[in-house]
């Protein structure tokens, strides 16, 4: 790791992404070139406990490790002869104008990378104009919203009234849209929190130093069975769209029978998600679910899609299949993790970089252009 990039990432001196400082001949800049190498030089910096708390899945880890592979079969047949002397990324989601259909998910726990990191992120957000999802309940956290289009994120309310009184005090913060997380019923039993003794607590407070000599506790005791809103249920939808003028947003919604239910009782829109891997092991990969949920929903409400983004060309597969945008959720984490604020804006400038030279390079001036023939399942 290059230390002096390091040090002039911290301190905001590096104003280009480093692919576009790579590309201008910047040979000082020998720092991370993708999300990958982000994710390195986090790994170094962050404590055991915090790094896995990010990047773990749940039990066996098998649907994380599927959000990634799965974008292996999916391949781009791209189109030659088209004019891409210029390529516009810019979209509108749900009546906000973004530079980019490139999201920041609802991370919960982002002060075990830095304290007071909501707000961080919100400040990278802001700067590099891209959308803010705060971690469920933690906009409260935020100081700062005047900047940043921002949508909250919850696990919902057991009751009509705690959800009516949940949803004004977003819509009086002025958030954007309310995101409903559907697949977090439980707690789930994640293996690596368990091994470390991983404390929920330090989600607030970050890891203190006394805690990895905690003593142990059983892990199916300290881990499962813990609700969160095990009742939620479809009627949340009209409890919260009758109380506020906010879209209602769903996330976590895989199967096509829910995409249904979901344009029929009402939602404003959908994420296909499945948590990154960190609910329930064994469900479908984001981008092999996509093109069900998409049918599904005919076109009558918008699908977004998270899940093992990475890389642009990530983006243009769930652009290709009909998401409207992505969110991504460990990728500005590393960013975090490896540069505090700068590193979370060179991350999001990094993967709208290489999402545009995908779409140029795919024969794609604008989102517009792209269409369901431009992905393809292979094997
Ligand atoms: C550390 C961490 C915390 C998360 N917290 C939340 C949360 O509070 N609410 C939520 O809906 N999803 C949460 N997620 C899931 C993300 O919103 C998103 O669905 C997922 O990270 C996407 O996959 P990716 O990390 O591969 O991009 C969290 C994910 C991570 C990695």
New binding site residues.
């Given amino acids: 790791m290059n230390r002096r990039y390091a040090f002039r990432c911290l301190m905001g001196m590096v104003s280009s992404s480093p692919l576009l400082a790579m590309q201008n001949g910047d040979d000082d800049v020998l720092g991370p070139v993708n999300v990958h190498e982000f994710e390195e030089v986090a790994k170094k910096k962050l404590h055991k406990l915090a790094y896995d708390?990010?990047a773990g899945g749940v039990e066996d880890e098998m649907t994380l490790e599927a959000?990634r592979a799965a974008y292996k079969h999916w391949y781009l047949v791209p189109r030659v002869m088209t004019d891409v002397s210029t390529v516009d990324l810019s979209t509108e989601v749900f009546g906000i104008k973004l530079p980019a259909p490139i999201l920041v998910?609802?991370?919960?726990?982002k002060n075990l990378v830095l304290p007071n990191a909501e707000n961080i992120v919100a400040r990278a957000c802001a700067k590099t104009k891209t959308l803010f999802?705060t971690?469920?309940g933690?906009e409260r956290a935020v100081e700062d919203f005047d900047n940043v289009h921002w949508w909250s994120?919850t696990t919902g309310q057991a009751t009509k009234t705690a959800a009516v009184s949940y949803a004004k005090r977003i819509e009086d913060r002025g958030g954007k849209a309310i995101?409903v997380?559907v697949d977090?019923q439980y707690q789930s039993n994640r293996d690596r929190n368990n091994r470390n003794r991983f404390d929920y607590g330090y989600m607030g407070t970050g890891v203190p130093k006394a805690g990895v000599n905690q003593p142990p506790r059983n892990p199916a005791r300290a881990a499962m069975w813990q609700p969160h809103t095990p009742n939620l249920t479809w009627d949340y939808i009209d409890w919260v769209r009758g109380a506020v003028n906010l879209p209602v947003i769903l996330?976590?919604v895989l199967a096509p029978e829910d995409a249904e239910l979901a344009v029929s009782r009402g939602a404003s829109g959908i994420v296909v998600?499945n948590?990154?891997?960190?609910q329930l092991d064994g469900v479908i990969a984001t981008i092999d679910a996509l093109p069900d949920v998409i049918q599904a929903t005919g076109g009558k409400i918008p699908v977004l899609m998270?899940?093992?983004?990475r890389r642009g060309t990530d983006i243009l597969k769930a652009l290709g299949l009909g998401a409207k945008a992505v969110?991504?959720?460990?990728?500005p984490?590393w960013g975090l993790g490896a540069f505090g604020q700068p590193g979370v804006e060179r991350v999001l400038e990094l993967l709208a970089a290489e999402l545009k030279l995908a779409m140029a390079l795919a024969g794609k001036a604008n989102l517009a252009q792209i269409d369901r023939k431009l992905v393809r399942r292979i094997g």
Wanted: with cysteine; glycine share 28%.
């Fill in positions: 708390f990010i959000n998910a609802p991370t919960g726990g999802c971690g469920a933690a994120n995101t997380t977090n996330k976590g998600s948590h990154g891997g960190r998270d899940g093992g983004i969110l991504v959720g460990r990728a984490l």
